[in-house]
């Protein structure tokens, strides 16, 4: 049989890739760029075309796994769901629903059909123990929207073609894609930008990939980009801002400008390690544009000061008349859910933000999600006795790894989809093997929103299901029937397939499957305004200055006094051939990526075994000298399990009191030499 191509797209990460998918028969060969795709156009990354080989790995889950005492056995799904479904029913008799917990990973937000079934699990079961990579690594994009514009989780991007300034703050979009903002064929995306004239700004720590493609870089002291939005903010506030834009569409500029007071030239620089000459010319250039969209990513919303850069990022862009305008920053309004279409209720200055769970009174609860830190506790506690995990390792993502990797253990269930052995299957009760991303249909459901247009996507499968993998819905949906309990209303889950699912979610949509299934693909141009309607009608403009946000700027004053310059600070990295804890067996290595003087000082050489320490524990690597680190910058990436796991250096005790996001990013450290043996 002759090679046979089909297109589809990329569930890697977010950016949804259009691909080709070359087949011999039912055995993928190779995956390449769609080039007739309309937005990435031929362009697909490194972990995109490894696809054919991570579909075919040795080590791939095909049939369901159950503990018996401490192995796991391969069943079959009678047996695991009849098992499964009578141990959460117990669980639910006796403690109520609260007692049975799910986390939501990466590979249950790119499963459309597997996303559906998790908020239905959720919403059905009423348990309010939801957690997710949310509270990981970008709860503050989802906080500052709610109180700034009263939705939650708005996700802004820059109007690249008519957009004069961007400003990249903890962000990568060359490695990464961008963050909530996926930045397709990235490399030329930037060169697009630049060509037509259009400066690209990158503030940063690490002198990136995406930053060697800049304009101009600025190299600031990790944690420390609010200053310098700060700084800019109280400068444009006496000279450069869109007073008509402010007088008519915002409030709170007053509380805003005494909110940034403290951040002149002089103590903006000395904070953040930019010199004062290259902070006048960053804030000549916003004046000179007039307007400005800026970006932010993971080395922003995982450190202490993530709400405070977040809030002062959108702050900046409405002071310059930029954010929902053309030229500066759209809104996704979601090209399913068409929020523009909605009456959607505001949140009140406040914030929807409900009281966490009881074993950690401090937490709160954003978005109807507790946060990821108080899973040991609520397992310690007796509140948490089972957990659905939906598409996440957890072992290598959650903070303050062995304490709750221990707690997991304890769990009476713990029942985890996935489509290869991770370290959270190593220690499940039942292990559910879903289907590979080119095996089932699919949207761009929750990542529909990620686009640089108002788009999503549509793709049958590309080959057979091997094995006896099943689809997520399915599982849940015959779970559900064991329970007693209807988790799709309306849906006949013993007669769907994966198409009857996909068309059960577009139903909600006035867009249709039928539409969705002849063109592949809905694409639409950027709705611009739709936000400044919203907020002028809702709530009387855009909340400039939430008081808990100004609230939280003024407690920083204290902890800005007390930073030395000296100190080894940690930040995150994304690497090129991994996306989180996936495909970790291609190019990439880990390593404590350190600064050459660094390395000097502390006479430390490359390649060299050393111990990385924060108060909450500790790492062992080895050294590779990285010159594109600002002195103090200590880097090591996320994603990689056991001795390497950078989470081993989180805590779950220091948490954001807005948001109970974990310290990630931005965390002091000390590199120490390890005694030589032999």
């Given at each position: ?6 297109k ?27 080039e007739?795709?309309?937005i ?20 791939r ?23 499964l ?5 117990t ?7 609260r ?19 998790s ?20 709860v ?67 002198r990136?990939?995406?930053a ?8 600031s002291r990790p ?35 005494e ?15 930019i ?10 250039a ?14 922003v ?14 702050a ?5 008349g930029?954010?929902d ?8 309004p ?5 929020m ?58 959650l ?35 879903g ?16 686009f ?7 793709t049958p ?8 993998r ?13 329970m ?31 539409g ?10 950027p ?5 400044e309607d ?8 855009w909340r ?18 007390v930073?030395?310059?000296?100190d080894?600070?940690?930040i ?50 080895t ?31 220091e ?8 310290l990630?990013?931005?965390l002091?450290v ?9």
């Amino acid at each position: 049989m002759g090679l046979i191509e089909k297109k589809s797209f990329c569930r890697v990460c977010g950016s949804a890739c259009g691909i080709i998918v070359e087949l011999d028969g039912e055995r993928v060969v190779k995956v390449r760029g769609d080039e007739d795709h309309p937005i990435t156009r031929g362009y697909t990354c490194p972990k995109g075309r490894n696809l054919a080989a991570d579909h075919a790995r040795e080590d791939r889950l095909e049939v369901p796994l159950m503990r018996v005492g401490d192995q796991l056995e391969a069943t079959n799904w009678d047996s695991l769901l009849d098992d499964l479904a009578a141990r959460l029913k117990t669980i639910l008799d006796e403690s109520g629903p609260r007692a049975i917990g799910l986390f939501t990973g990466g590979g249950g937000y790119l499963d459309c059909s597997g996303h559906l079934s998790s908020m239905a699990f959720a919403q059905v079961l009423g348990t309010p123990s939801n957690y997710s990579d949310m509270t990981i690594d970008n709860v503050p994009k989802v906080l500052i929207p709610e109180l700034m514009a009263g939705i939650p989780g708005l996700m802004s991007r820059a109007d690249t073609a008519h957009c004069n300034m961007l400003i990249f703050m903890g962000t990568n979009p060359v490695i990464s894609h961008g963050h909530t903002w996926t930045l397709n064929s990235p490399t030329a995306a930037l060169r697009n930008i630049t060509g037509r004239g259009a400066e690209i700004w990158v503030i940063d720590p690490r002198r990136t990939e995406t930053a060697q493609r800049s304009t101009r870089y600025l190299a600031s002291r990790p944690g420390m980009d609010y200053v310098v939005l700060g700084f800019l903010i109280r400068e444009l506030l006496e000279d450069g801002a869109d007073r008509a834009f402010i007088e008519q569409h915002t409030q709170g500029v007053q509380q805003l400008r005494e909110a940034v007071t403290r951040f002149t030239a002089a103590r903006a620089s000395a904070l953040s390690g930019i010199p004062e000459e290259e902070l006048g010319e960053l804030l000549a250039a916003v004046r000179r544009n007039g307007q400005v969209s800026v970006d932010t990513g993971t080395g922003v919303t995982m450190s202490r000061a993530g709400n405070m850069t977040q809030w002062l990022s959108w702050a900046l862009m409405l002071i310059t008349g930029s954010l929902d305008r053309e030229g500066g920053a759209w809104i996704h309004p979601g090209a399913i859910s068409r929020m523009d279409k909605m009456d959607i209720p505001a949140a009140p200055e406040s914030g929807w933000g409900q009281p966490g769970p009881d074993s950690r009174p401090d937490l709160p609860s954003i978005a109807g999600n507790y946060p990821c830190a108080a899973i040991p506790d609520e397992i310690a506690a007796g509140n948490l006795r089972a957990m659905v995990v939906f598409g996440g390792n957890i072992e290598p993502c959650l903070p303050e790894t062995g304490r709750t990797y221990d707690a997991l253990k304890q769990l009476e269930v713990l029942a985890t989809f996935d489509v290869r052995p991770t370290r959270t299957t190593d220690i499940s009760t039942h292990v559910m093997p879903g289907k590979h991303q080119l095996e089932r249909s699919d949207l761009t459901y929750v990542t529909e929103s990620y686009f640089q247009l108002l788009s999503t996507q549509y793709t049958p499968p590309m080959v057979p299901v091997v094995g006896d993998r099943k689809g997520v819905w399915w599982v849940i949906g015959q779970l559900g029937k064991r329970m007693g309990i209807d988790f799709f209303p309306g849906l006949d889950v013993d007669n769907a397939d994966d198409e009857t699912v996909v068309d059960y979610i577009t139903g909600r949509s006035p867009m249709t499957f039928e539409g969705l299934r002849e063109n592949r693909m809905v694409n639409r141009e950027p709705v611009i305004g739709w936000m400044e309607d919203y907020v002028d009608a809702k709530i009387g403009g855009w909340r400039l200055a939430p008081p808990s946000l100004v609230a939280q700027l003024k407690d920083f004053e204290g902890w800005e006094s007390v930073q030395k310059p000296g100190d080894l600070v940690l930040i995150p990295r994304r690497q090129k051939y991994h996306e989180n804890s996936k495909m970790l067996d291609l190019r990439d290595k880990p390593h404590v990526f350190l600064n050459p003087e660094d390395a000097e000082s502390g006479g430390f050489t490359e390649g060299e075994l050393v111990e990385v320490r924060s108060v909450n524990g500790f790492l062992r690597g080895t050294v590779k000298i990285d010159a594109s680190l600002r002195q103090g910058a200590l880097n090591v990436p996320h994603g990689w399990s056991d001795e390497f796991n950078v989470n081993r250096l989180t805590g779950t005790r220091e948490c954001d009191p807005l948001t109970g996001m974990v310290l990630y990013s931005g965390l002091p450290v000390s590199l120490h030499a390890m005694a030589k043996t032999g």
